[in-house]
């Protein structure tokens, strides 16, 4: 409970930010309520009439042309209550997701590591969703629902005192039940949640990775794992609804209940006083009451199992937004351009602190040399560039740029000093013009052209149908893997930073290619300090030094030819990758 407590603190924090809108919807539920509440009294009037025998036709027409206008006006202000209350679900729903999606851009990358990708869009998308049906079915209930029962006690008092103290103690079997109800509901919700992202995060592994599947011949044990999983959301699914299910009959019951005690009462009054302290339309309109009264806790009982639901997912979303960000920058320095003088002192570092990967690795790179770090997988090579970029922070040590530390500058400004071209390509959804300009928003046609001609890009652009106007997807089947790196490179090759990170940069691109765009990235890398991670090791052999890594260690360090006179671990790499040739 103190756990929902907060929850709900929270969401009120957010429905905080919709003020007038609140009112409004408050007021149009309590206006909308009174009026419905008005009717009994108008149809008591009518069998008041009947009974007294005082009815004629001139009596009637009035009270039925007050009876529709007031369900006229009802009508317009119930729809202005579920107008406003869709606004301020979608505005509290937009702004969650708004947060989240911030949240997303100042989280280190330990935590994108290590939560699923799909499991992160279910909490965003299929959470907040399940969030909104949530509020919207709250707010519709809820506010109609206390306003009614208010209501209609205070119009029941005013009939009859004795009968409304009964009806009064029947209450708690309704508040009992959902109590009993959402204890329960809630736990299944969340679980049932929690399945709903670990389903999502294999779908969208699994569609991502199709290609491994069928060549493996992977399929059914993939549909195997699906079902498992899948059986698992159902099963919490099914408990969910078991307990969701008993909220109709169960309040229903006691409705009937309150009505068969309503009725009971109020007959026996009317009987014994022979109509002096409960007319027969008196009579009537409190057993109108007395339902409308019961009908709220019926409705309030099936909120709350909903609302149960929206919590669970909430509460998810919430731990998104909560998650700790990256630590601030200390900002005790500035460097506007940078020289390139790049040392790493005595750097230890791990993923999981239980098990070290880097161990006092000490080099340094003069500004303008090229530094090759090659070694076997695993070995710690793009964890040096993880580091380097400050994705990740040492365990200790120090790296410096220009003499001064990394931690001692802002994220952003160090950044920048940069230029990566990493194995994992990325397209935006965008022209192939926004594509390139990441780095550079400003650049003009020219030197956009300018920059797809040196890195090889250009040949494949002008072919395509709309030049560099044509808009590429996230997943645009016309794109190989090499031209989105070609358009990876001809990003950096724009923008021009003082230092350059090619993590295996020609991997997807053929042997044609890689030779076509060295000399232009020979040009690009005069003057800057560049950190090459290769695998192919034809395309380190002119750095100015190659660092040779080996479980966490440099292992080996020296130009291409006296790390080959060395006859040690690189002779041995190189060897295994020339040896036919």
């Known amino acids: 409970m103190k756990k929902n407590n907060s929850i709900l603190r929270r969401v009120f924090a957010y429905i905080g930010r919709c003020k007038l809108p609140t ?48 369900i006229g006006v009802t009508a317009v202000f119930q729809w202005l209550q579920n107008f406003l209350n869709n606004l301020i679900t979608a505005d509290i729903v937009r702004d969650i997701r708004t947060d989240a ?57 005013g009939i009859n005192v004795k009968m409304t103290v009964y009806v009064i103690l029947i209450t708690p079997l309704s508040l009992f039940t959902a109590r009993f109800i959402a204890k329960h509901t809630y736990a299944m919700f969340r679980r049932q949640s929690e399945a709903k992202g670990a389903l999502t995060a294999f779908i969208n592994e699994r569609l991502g990775n199709q290609k491994t599947v069928k060549a493996f011949m992977k399929e059914a044990d993939s549909v195997a794992e699906f079902e498992a999983k899948n059986r698992r959301l159902t099963g919490y699914a099914q408990r969910a609804v078991f307990y969701t299910s008993l909220t109709n009959p169960v309040t229903r019951f006691v409705n009937a209940v309150v009505y068969a005690v309503a009725a009971l009462s109020g007959a026996l009054i009317v009987t014994a006083s022979g109509g002096a302290a409960l007319t027969v339309g008196g009579f009537t309109c409190f057993l109108s009451y007395a339902t409308q009264y019961a009908k709220p806790f ?24 909560d998650a700790a960000p990256e630590p601030a920058d200390a900002a005790k320095a500035h460097i506007d351009s940078a020289v390139g003088k790049i ?60 003499g001064v ?27 192939i013009r926004e594509n390139i300009t990441i780095g550079k928003p400003d650049a003009t046609a020219e ?24 808009v590429l997807g996230a997943d645009y089947d016309g794109l190989s893997e090499g031209q989105k790196q070609l358009l990876s490179i001809t990003r950096v090759m724009l ?63 020296g130009t291409h030819a006296s790390l080959l006179a060395e006859n040690g671990f690189y002779k041995d790499l190189y060897e295994s990758q020339f040896k036919n040739t």
């Open 405 to 431: 530390s990394i931690y001692d500058l802002p994220r952003a400004e160090l950044r920048r000093q940069f230029g990566m071209v990493l194995q994992e390509t990325w397209v935006k959804n965008a022209s």
């Open 23 to 70: 009112v409004l919807s408050l007021l149009f539920s309590f206006i909308s309520a009174a009026l419905m509440l008005f009717l009994p009294v108008i149809f008591g009037k009518m069998i008041d009439l009947i009974a007294d025998g005082q009815a004629d036709i001139q009596s009637f027409p009035p009270l039925i042309l007050e009876a529709a206008g007031v």
């Open 343 to 402: 040392e790493f002192q005595n750097v230890s570092f791990s993923y999981d602190k239980s098990k070290p990967l880097l161990h006092n690795i000490s080099f340094t790179a003069e500004a303008g040399q090229h530094i090759a770090i090659v070694g076997p997988t695993g070995c710690g090579k793009t964890t040096l560039i993880n580091l380097l970029m400050r994705f990740y922070d040492v365990d200790s040590g120090d790296i410096l740029l220009d």
């Open 495 to 557: 923008s021009l930073p003082p230092m350059l990170i090619l993590d295996e940069a020609t991997s997807s691109i053929d042997t044609r290619t890689e030779m076509l765009i060295t000399a232009d990235f020979d040009r690009l890398m005069q003057g800057r300090t560049a950190f090459i991670v290769a695998h192919r090791l034809s395309t380190i052999r002119s750095a100015d030094r190659i660092l040779v890594m080996n479980d966490g260690d440099i292992i080996e360090q």
């Open 101 to 157: 999606i911030k949240k997303l851009e100042v989280l280190p990358l330990s935590y994108l590591d290590t939560h699923p990708h799909g499991d992160v869009i279910s909490r965003v998308v299929s959470d907040t969703d399940t969030l909104s049906e949530g509020l919207l079915l709250g707010f519709s209930q809820l506010f109609s629902g206390v306003t009614t029962i208010i209501g209609t006690l205070i119009f029941m008092l």
């Open 298 to 321: 019926n409705d309030i009982s099936s909120v709350i199992t909903e609302l149960q639901n929206a919590l669970a997912c909430a509460e998810r979303v919430f731990a998104l937004i």
């Open 447 to 470: 030197e956009i052209k300018n920059a797809a001609q040196a890195s090889g890009a250009y040949n494949f652009i002008k072919r395509l149908p709309k030049g560099f106007d044509t």
